[in-house]
């Protein structure tokens, strides 16, 4: 188990010209802050678009606040160690496959003229992305602190056999009960403990809410998997795909603040739905793009072992808070207990 360390933050970023409107409003354009974008704009990505790595330093000790101004570390491929980036908006975007991506629009201090498109996802060439939002600046999370799918350590992980085993006790080899492809193997196990603050911080999911006998604790960046009979209305399908954080109510489901947390993530050969606390949840996803964005601390032997791996997506709508709040919350959850 490695000890918590001041984290960097490893991530792919684009010129912004390499995404330019195909339809809407600012035809041909290329993304920009909020002063430059239209809702309804519909973007897509230069199949010529080279991806560029840029490590940014952690936030500074004790600063509770949102920086929006950061510094990059040496290995960037764009920028000099020390030079200071300013996140100018954050941008929504759903695709035409009924994800929703967040971009970061962002410039250089000292040189504002240049401007680069940060996604916090997968943005994949050939595919339609409308703007749903734009707000200005980073939004509520620093760079630093972006994505995380892990449970909690004594998350009790769904073995073949029906016994439950502790995520801890896990290693790579151990078959694993999934949804869709019974037992298979696991690939890797990746334990962090980070310091439980911001978006680290763990969401709980107190026992009964889906299902579950005991609380399921995990990041809150880890889908859950919830299953509709019926498909609701504003859905394409019947498998949808939500984000921990975006169950939390105060009540049932809240945020964990304070101290440290231990964090495992599990790969497969493909992206899996398993059984967490008897709640169907999915695996991590590996893509060169989402492995870009993973804290340093838990991805690095991961990037080395499988930097050319692209998993696809399981199958299922992500459901974001927008679409949460639109459909009723109590709607998607009360018919999300079936797997």
Known sequence: METHTSLGF????????????????????????????????VYQLDHRAQAATLRLAPPRTGSDAIERVQRILSGSDIGAPGDEICVVARLTLMGADARML??????????????????????????????????????????????????TRGTQILLPDGSPSPVEALAPGVPVLTRDHGPQPLRWVGRATLRAEGSMAPVVITAGTLGNVDDLIVSQHQRVFLYQRQRLEGLDGAEVLVQAKHLVDDHTVFVRPGGFVDYFSLVFDRHEII?????????????????????????????????????????????????????????????????
Do not use: W
């Not at 050939?126 to 760079?143: C, K």
């Open 10 to 41: 490893t991530c792919q970023v684009f010129p912004a010209d390499c995404i330019r409107v195909q339809s809407g409003a600012n035809l041909f354009d290329a993304i920009g802050d909020i002063d430059a974008v239209c809702p309804g704009d």
């Open 102 to 151: 967040d971009v970061l629009i962002f410039r250089f201090a000292k040189d504002r003229a240049a401007v680069f498109a940060m996604p916090l996802g997968a943005m994949l060439v050939g595919l339609e992305y409308t703007l749903i939002q734009a707000s200005a600046g980073a939004g509520d999370v620093p760079l630093t602190q972006m994505i995380c799918v892990s449970f």
């Open 275 to 339: 059984y967490a606390e008897g709640v169907p949840i999915e695996s991590l996803m590996v893509t060169p793009q989402t492995l870009a964005q993973l804290p340093d601390t838990l991805a690095a032997d991961l990037r080395e072992k499988f930097a050319h791996m692209a998993q696809e997506q399981h199958v299922g709508i992500e459901a974001g808070a927008n679409l949460l709040a639109r459909l009723g919350r109590g709607r998607v959850l009360g018919k999300g207990l079936m797997n």
